[in-house]
């Protein structure tokens, strides 16, 4: 995996190789915003999205990252739908790119610009531009918007967690009491804003378990630690057994694998795609989700209410699983793309 060094502990424990390349997201949002003033990750907008995924982390990753693939030799470059050092990586080693998507597809106004601001970083390197051989998309086809066309090379891939072959599934006690698990990601599970919702959370009859980001620790958050379970990187999967509602900033990765499960979710969207998945959501009613003014702690246990009370959420949400169960595996996906365009 061809990704920023500071990735290493996390890639590291699950077995991965890693191909240590470029800055951490907190260094190109501090250099976005030294050159444009733009806030990409709290307000996206078409130019400032550009400028982080297209602009500034290509300059910041690309001359490590194509030293890095030249040692290693790739035959496929699979990535992102918003990473275009990989496309540059591919064009330099000659091979194809399949492209991952996450969530419901970008609006075209996003993806236009990051490509026309992409090509210019192919153009100085004398790089081929190469459209995409293959779009794996992770998201069910009854949670698109309404006049979505399937694009060329497209293939359904079903969302799953990663597992390290051979691990034992992480387990949980069993206290009769909902389940509630909390969730911000990597980047947007600040201690300082999630204690006051966790404070909220911990006085309903639940379990609550909240998971760590990159650097929190448990001591970090101002929280009734008896009432409240925090836990380091542990597989979704394993995190998702047995929860009845799962709060959530809304990544996509968060999102799929809820949805798999058949968990419904309470989305507070911080910022870059989220709102774009808590729409979603809402207008498939797997959930309930929170626009910014509504994200106090209050408004967040009356979400939690909301749904674990509402059995047409669930049972919404159980249908969506059912769908997302019968795509296409990785393995299965992985043979066609292996055989070749």
């Given at each position: 995996?061809?990704t920023?060094?500071?990735?290493?502990?996390?890639?590291?424990a699950?077995?991965l190789g890693?191909l240590?390349?470029?800055?951490?997201?907190?260094?190109?949002f501090?250099?976005v915003a030294r050159?444009?003033g733009?806030?990409?990750?709290g307000a996206?907008?078409p130019?400032s999205?550009?400028e982080?995924?297209a602009?500034t982390?290509?300059?910041?990753?690309a001359?490590?990252?194509?030293?890095?693939a030249e040692?290693?030799?790739?035959d496929?470059?699979v990535a992102?739908l918003?990473?275009?050092v990989?496309?540059?990586v591919?064009?330099a080693?000659g091979v194809p790119v399949?492209?991952?998507?996450?969530?419901p597809?970008?609006?075209?106004?996003?993806?236009?610009t990051?490509?026309?601001?992409?090509?210019?970083?192919?153009?100085?390197?004398?790089?081929p531009?190469?459209?995409?051989?293959w779009l794996?998309?992770?998201w069910p086809?009854?949670?698109?918007?309404?006049?979505?066309q399937?694009?060329?090379?497209?293939l359904?891939?079903?969302?799953?967690a990663f597992?390290?072959p051979g691990?034992?599934?992480?387990?949980s006690p069993?206290s009769?009491?909902?389940?509630v698990?909390v969730?911000f990601?990597?980047?947007?599970g600040?201690?300082a804003?999630?204690s006051?919702l966790l404070?909220?959370?911990?006085?309903?009859d639940?379990?609550?378990?909240v998971?760590?980001?990159?650097?929190a620790?448990?001591?970090?958050?101002?929280?009734?630690h008896e009432r409240i379970t925090?836990?380091?990187?542990?597989p979704?999967?394993d995190?998702?057994?047995?929860?009845d509602?799962?709060?959530?900033?809304?990544?996509a990765?968060t999102t799929?694998?809820?949805?798999?499960?058949?968990?419904?979710?309470?989305?507070?969207?911080?910022?870059a795609d989220?709102?774009?998945q808590?729409?979603r959501v809402a207008?498939?009613?797997?959930?309930v989700?929170l626009?910014?003014?509504s994200?106090?702690?209050?408004g967040?246990v009356a979400a939690?209410?909301?749904?674990?009370?509402?059995?047409?959420?669930r049972?919404?949400?159980t249908t969506v699983a059912k769908e997302?169960?019968?795509?296409p595996?990785?393995?299965?996906v992985?043979?066609?793309l292996?055989?070749?365009p």
């Amino acid at each position: 995996m061809l990704t920023a060094a500071g990735m290493a502990p996390v890639i590291g424990a699950q077995g991965l190789g890693h191909l240590p390349a470029g800055p951490l997201p907190d260094v190109l949002f501090a250099e976005v915003a030294r050159r444009t003033g733009a806030d990409p990750a709290g307000a996206p907008t078409p130019g400032s999205v550009a400028e982080f995924f297209a602009g500034t982390r290509i300059d910041l990753t690309a001359d490590e990252a194509l030293a890095a693939a030249e040692d290693f030799g790739p035959d496929l470059v699979v990535a992102e739908l918003c990473d275009f050092v990989g496309p540059l990586v591919a064009a330099a080693a000659g091979v194809p790119v399949a492209t991952l998507a996450f969530g419901p597809p970008l609006p075209p106004v996003f993806t236009d610009t990051m490509e026309a601001m992409a090509r210019t970083w192919h153009e100085a390197r004398a790089l081929p531009w190469e459209p995409r051989k293959w779009l794996l998309d992770t998201w069910p086809s009854s949670m698109r918007a309404d006049g979505w066309q399937q694009p060329e090379g497209w293939l359904a891939l079903r969302p799953e967690a990663f597992r390290e072959p051979g691990a034992v599934p992480a387990t949980s006690p069993v206290s009769g009491r909902p389940r509630v698990l909390v969730t911000f990601g990597t980047w947007f599970g600040e201690p300082a804003k999630l204690s006051p919702l966790l404070r909220s959370l911990s006085a309903l009859d639940a379990d609550v378990v909240v998971t760590l980001g990159l650097a929190a620790k448990p001591e970090d958050f101002d929280v009734d630690h008896e009432r409240i379970t925090f836990v380091g990187f542990t597989p979704m999967e394993d995190l998702l057994d047995g929860v009845d509602v799962v709060v959530t900033h809304g990544g996509a990765g968060t999102t799929s694998a809820a949805l798999l499960k058949g968990v419904p979710l309470v989305v507070l969207p911080q910022g870059a795609d989220q709102f774009f998945q808590a729409e979603r959501v809402a207008a498939a009613r797997v959930g309930v989700a929170l626009d910014p003014a509504s994200q106090t702690p209050e408004g967040v246990v009356a979400a939690v209410r909301t749904v674990l009370g509402d059995g047409s959420i669930r049972e919404n949400v159980t249908t969506v699983a059912k769908e997302i169960s019968a795509m296409p595996d990785a393995p299965e996906v992985a043979a066609t793309l292996e055989a070749g365009p």
